[in-house]
């Protein structure tokens, strides 16, 4: 390997998230469809990262792929350096459905992933405690899901998602079924847990100016196959104003490249 080569792997072995060469094939008696061809990109630790693109670009295929939910039919996808190979409690999961046990409190939908790490019941109390603490919900600790708003919900599928310590913070649209005005105040108490957390944090949404409100990297994909069209640096500072005329900048620009 030549010295070049060798600071090229160094690089990528040093970024929290390295998505290299990857492809996603769906095969079936009728037909094969290409969802991902040869997506590259990287994400530094502690960043938050954004994945927008037009409805088919494979979006949802890339997050499953990079949780371990599928697996690549080419490339691979390293998380420091270690290739993903099936879901571990490295990756927090969040989801546009809330996925919570209704049968279950929001201090024990919270404590569900430290139970299934066998941790001891006085650090898995400590360690909810903090999660709820952590997004204001501490007074709802045993309040069931049927009494929560949906921001609710989605802040204790949050913190469910935290409570484990993982290195790496998937979310997938989460906020695509809340009204407008609820997907604004949990995109500050959002920015507010990343800041105090300093989880690496990569989003999938199809709204682009949640994209450029929240993250610090836009990758933007584009369709048939799906593909990395271009990384978009946002560099503007937070709280960021909507209506900013360097902001709609950004939105316009990103817009253009999805084709909207």
Not at 113 to 142: I, N, P, Y
Not at 220 to 231: C, K, T, Y
Request: overall charge negative; hydrophobic content about 35%.
């Amino acid at each position: 390997m030549s010295t070049e080569e060798q600071g090229v792997q160094n690089a990528q072995n040093a970024q929290k998230v390295h998505v290299d060469g990857l492809g996603k094939r769906y095969e079936s008696d009728r037909q094969t469809v290409q969802a991902l061809q040869d997506v590259n990109f990287g994400v530094d630790d502690g960043e938050f990262v954004c994945i927008v693109g037009p409805s088919g670009c494979g979006k949802t295929t890339l997050f499953r792929l990079i949780a371990g939910l599928e697996d690549p039919t080419t490339g691979a996808v390293r998380l420091d350096g270690t290739p993903v190979e099936g879901p571990g409690t490295d990756r927090g999961m969040v989801f546009q459905e809330y996925g919570l046990f209704p049968w279950r409190t929001v201090r024990e939908n919270v404590s569900f992933g430290l139970e299934e790490q066998g941790v001891e019941k006085a650090e898995r109390g400590r360690r909810t405690s903090e999660m709820l603490e952590l997004v204001g919900l501490d007074e709802f600790a045993d309040a069931y899901p049927r009494e929560l708003s949906g921001g609710m919900k989605q802040r204790v599928g949050i913190a469910r998602a935290l409570a484990v310590d993982p290195e790496l913070l998937l979310m997938d649209e989460p906020f695509g079924a809340v009204d407008a005005q609820t997907r604004d105040m949990l995109h500050e108490e959002l920015l507010s847990i990343w800041s105090e957390t300093e989880k690496t944090v990569l989003f999938v949404t199809h709204d682009v100016e949640e994209a450029v409100t929240l993250s610090d990297r836009v990758v933007v994909m584009a369709a048939d196959p799906g593909r990395v069209r271009e990384v978009v640096d946002v560099d503007l500072a937070r709280p960021r104003e909507r209506t900013d005329a360097e902001f709609a900048e950004y939105v316009e620009h990103i817009r253009g490249l999805i084709g909207e």
